[in-house]
């Protein structure tokens, strides 16, 4: 089955700098890479995803890259603000039909005033 | 739209009872899925239903079952609790698209 691995666990960024997470991904035939923000006591809120036929995608401050060729993606945010501290997962599905999805480990971001 | 809502919000059972957790998904929603969050497995997904039949399920034991209903709402129900089983579990509800919304989770304590 599919395997998504997430790095960093951790991340710390002063408030206004730029912060990446990154995951990879084992099954080829995923073609589905949504991004999920869970802050304290809340569940997972889809922040942006991409699909296997586009390379980047972007939404304000927030922008996803995907590498099919080396089965990687990342997120990516920049000008970061303090409610931006959450933890975040990335995720991975298949075909129509087998839309379940497979997540990454998680990275707690937290933003630094 | 509301979105997904999930009752109850907390639930305290003892090891060898039952539960079971409800989840209205978006209206319009015809796909519900099933995960569970543990901060040792992370989210594992359990089933997810459409049309009111499983089309995927996980690697979880039968004490985990679900139904879906007519309106696309869903149960999903736990026999013979064990501690393990304390964990927050979500529902999310998806369209016609790829997109999963999630629910605020039920969460459960074993004791």
């Known amino acids: 089955g599919e395997n998504v691995e997430q790095h960093p666990s951790t991340l710390s960024v002063q408030e206004g700098d730029s912060a990446v997470i990154k995951c990879t991904y084992s099954d080829s035939a995923s073609n589905y890479f949504p991004w999920y923000k869970q802050e304290l006591g809340k569940g997972p809120q889809l922040i942006i995803d991409i699909r296997s036929n586009v390379g980047e995608k972007k939404d304000q401050r927030i922008a996803v890259t995907l590498n099919k060729t080396a089965k990687h993606f990342s997120l990516h945010i920049t000008e970061t603000q303090p409610e931006d501290s959450a933890v975040y997962f990335c995720a991975a599905s298949g075909h129509f039909g087998n839309e379940k999805l497979t997540f990454g480990t998680g990275t707690r971001l937290t933003i630094i005033p | 739209k509301a979105g997904v809502t999930q009752t109850p919000r907390y639930l305290i059972k003892t090891r060898g009872q039952q539960v079971t957790l409800s989840c209205s998904p978006i209206s319009g929603h015809r796909s519900v899925s099933w995960y569970q969050q543990t901060p040792g497995q992370g989210l594992q997904f359990l089933f997810e239903?459409?049309?009111?039949?499983?089309?995927n399920k996980g690697n979880f034991p039968g004490r985990f079952s679900g139904r879906q209903f007519s309106n696309s709402r869903s149960e999903m129900n736990v026999s013979t609790l064990e501690l393990g089983d304390s964990a927050l579990y979500l529902c999310?509800?998806?369209?016609?698209?790829?997109?999963?919304?999630f629910g605020p989770g039920t969460r459960l304590t074993v004791t």
């Open positions: 999310a509800s998806r369209g016609v698209s790829y997109e999963q919304y």
């Open positions: 239903y459409f049309s009111e039949t499983q089309r």
